[in-house]
Each structure stands twice: as C-alpha cells, then as structure tokens.
C-alpha cells in the first residue's frame, strides 16, 4: 500500500476545506488559491441573472463565500473544476455507494467530492465541510483536511462502506470527471 507520507495532505484552516478538498484532490499545492476561488465566486456574481434584484452588496458574507474565513459554495466548486477540464456529477444519494464504479479507470474518474453536514458545540453550530477522496496508484484515500493524515482504504468495498454511512448522515456525493476531448 502507498506510504501517505508521500500523498499532498493539505490541513484544515477556517473555513478554506473547499479549498484544501480541491488541492488535495489534485494533489498539488497551490492548483487552487484563496485568490483563484475569490475571483470564480466574482465572476459567478457577475454573470448571475438575479444580480439586478440584489439591492447590496454585503462585505463579508457574499453570495458564493465568506471573504474572511471561506467558506465557499458549490457553485464555485463547479466553476473551478470545469476550469481545469474537469466535469461534476452528482451522485443520486437514493441509489447509495454500491451504484458509483470505483473501480472506473482513473483517465475517467478523477476522484469524488463530498461535502457533509457537521455540527459543534452543542448544535449551536451548523454548516458543511468539503472532503476530498482520491485512488492514488490504485489505493484510495480520504484527504479530508480534518485529518492528521491521509486515510487509506482497504479496498472499495471500505470506500463503499464509508460512502453510504456520509451519504446516511445527509452528505452531498460529487463525481469529478476528467472531460473527454
């Protein structure tokens, strides 16, 4: 099994796990950046067909982040990957892992995106994070940016598993797809 000292694992900070979840998904640093996500979450402002209806403009809250800590949305997910040649597809939570070929070639394939619930203290809390899962040399792992280091599974049926025990708790499943040229 791959040594996942050599795998990129980029850690949790505020609320940038969409982020980490992209770089971690490309395995590179700086594939995205805090600038290259503020600008996708702009532009999406700009071509928005409601834009007329908003009144303000606020300053920290905007419409697809938080400037301060993050927190980005899918739309800015969506528009930063198919600007890399990459597709989404989300997965119908009603048909559950065992309908996702995890075994697809990685030319297809890139990887899957989750974002799942997550409540602190107490419930007082509520909001999403983003994770990141990847087959690397055959082994997937979970790059989730919580993590002291990457996960890797056993073999699909434990990435199966895994999946359908998120999806349970109300996670989103996010196919990424390499975009045949």
């Given at each position: 099994?791959?040594?996942?000292?050599?795998?990129?694992?980029?850690?949790?900070k505020?609320?940038?796990?969409?982020?980490?979840?992209?770089?971690?998904?490309?395995?590179?640093?700086d594939?995205?950046?805090?600038?290259?996500?503020?600008?996708?979450?702009?532009?999406?402002?700009?071509?928005?067909?409601?834009?007329?209806?908003?009144?303000?403009?606020?300053?920290?809250?905007?419409q697809?982040?938080?400037?301060?800590?993050?927190?980005?949305?899918?739309?800015?997910?969506?528009?930063?990957?198919?600007?890399?040649?990459?597709?989404?597809?989300?997965?119908?939570?009603?048909?559950?892992?065992?309908?996702?070929?995890?075994?697809?070639?990685?030319?297809?394939?890139?990887?899957?995106?989750?974002?799942?619930?997550?409540?602190?203290?107490?419930?007082?809390?509520?909001?999403?994070?983003?994770?990141?899962?990847?087959?690397?040399?055959?082994?997937?792992?979970?790059?989730?940016?919580?993590?002291?280091?990457?996960?890797?599974?056993?073999?699909?049926?434990?990435?199966?598993?895994?999946?359908?025990?998120?999806?349970?708790?109300?996670?989103?499943?996010?196919?990424?797809?390499?975009?045949?040229?």
């Open positions: 099994m791959e040594n996942s000292s050599q795998i990129y694992h980029e850690k949790q505020l609320q940038f796990c969409l982020l980490h979840a992209l770089n971690n998904l490309f395995q590179e640093k594939t995205f950046t805090r600038a290259n996500l503020n600008t996708v979450a702009e532009q999406l402002v700009l071509v928005d067909p409601n834009r007329e209806n908003q009144r303000w403009v606020p300053l920290i809250f905007k697809h982040h938080n400037s301060i800590t993050g927190n980005y949305d899918i739309n800015v997910l969506i528009s930063s990957l198919e600007q890399k040649g990459k597709s989404v597809v989300w997965h119908d939570r009603r048909n559950g892992a065992s309908s996702i070929d995890l075994n697809k070639s990685e030319d297809v394939l890139m990887g899957i995106i989750l974002n799942i619930p997550i409540i602190k203290f107490r419930g007082l809390w509520k909001s999403r994070h983003w994770i990141a899962l990847r087959r690397i040399q055959g082994v997937w792992y979970n790059l989730d940016s919580d993590l002291n280091t990457p996960h890797a599974f056993r073999d699909t049926d434990e990435v199966k598993e895994f999946l359908d025990f998120v999806i349970g708790c109300g996670a989103e499943v996010l196919l990424v797809l390499h975009d045949k040229e």
